[in-house]
């Protein structure tokens, strides 16, 4: 079965400084890989997602992500975090057999100014 | 564009009760979902409709959960009779086709409703 687990629950950087928010899978077939993010009193939305072409991809407002399929990770980044990058992210697995996603805890981001 | 529509906002009710959320979907998205999102989780999902069929309920708890998606467009999410344990957030999202692994399968949510059970 798939599963999902983002190694941190928070993660506070400086303003400036580089982001780096872990995630890694458990899936039995070729996974597609995705992160979304939630603003505070907003709605999810997809930041980028994997589906079997480039393994480093990018997404909006800077984030990017790579697939590692060796040590099943799918870490997010952003070399330079922006007060407004302060939100919750959440790495999501579909292993394309069933269509279901199966979601992370969450990681919350905080900026510090 | 208008986005995924969903009301109320914020309901509070005491256990045993009923309540009923409301979710319009971005006009023409063939998929909605109904999710939970329990504080300090992720979302589970609770249904998932294709037009006004059923794809895929294996996580909803029927027995005091329902769901509809009359004439394939907006949809209800009912529970009766609410237990503490139901105190979440009901996301709804929609998508253009089939899934969120199709090339415009991309979920888009709304803002959701927070429900208090007391």
């Known amino acids: 079965a798939q599963s999902v687990t983002q190694l941190d629950s928070h993660v506070s950087v400086s303003e400036g400084t580089p982001v780096l928010l872990r995630c890694n899978y458990s899936s039995s077939y070729s996974p597609s890989l995705f992160w979304y993010v939630q603003h505070p009193n907003k709605g999810l939305q997809l930041l980028l997602k994997y589906t079997s072409a480039a393994t480093l991809v990018k997404g909006i407002n800077g984030f990017e992500a790579e697939f590692k399929k060796s040590e099943t990770s799918f870490h997010l980044t952003k070399p330079s975090a922006h007060m407004s990058d302060a939100a919750e992210y959440f790495c999501v697995v579909s292993d394309g057999s069933n269509y279901q996603l199966i979601w992370g805890a969450g990681t919350k981001l905080i900026i510090k100014p | 564009e208008a986005g995924v529509a969903q009301s109320p906002r914020y309901k509070i009710i005491e256990k045993r009760q009923s309540v009923a959320f409301w979710c319009n979907p971005i006009?023409?998205?063939?998929?909605l979902y109904w999710y939970q999102q329990i504080l300090g989780q992720g979302p589970k999902l609770l249904i998932q409709f294709q037009n006004n069929g059923v794809v895929d309920d294996s996580q909803l708890p029927k027995d005091r959960f329902s769901a509809e998606r009359l004439k394939g467009v907006d949809s209800t999410l009912k529970i009766q009779p609410a237990k503490l344990e139901d105190s979440a957030v009901y996301l709804c999202?929609?998508?253009?086709?089939?899934?969120?692994?199709?090339?415009?399968?991309?979920?888009?949510f709304g803002e959701g409703s927070r429900l208090t059970v007391l």
């Open positions: 999202a929609s998508s253009l086709d089939g899934g969120p692994l199709a090339n415009t399968g991309e979920l888009f």
């Open positions: 006009s023409g998205h063939a998929t």
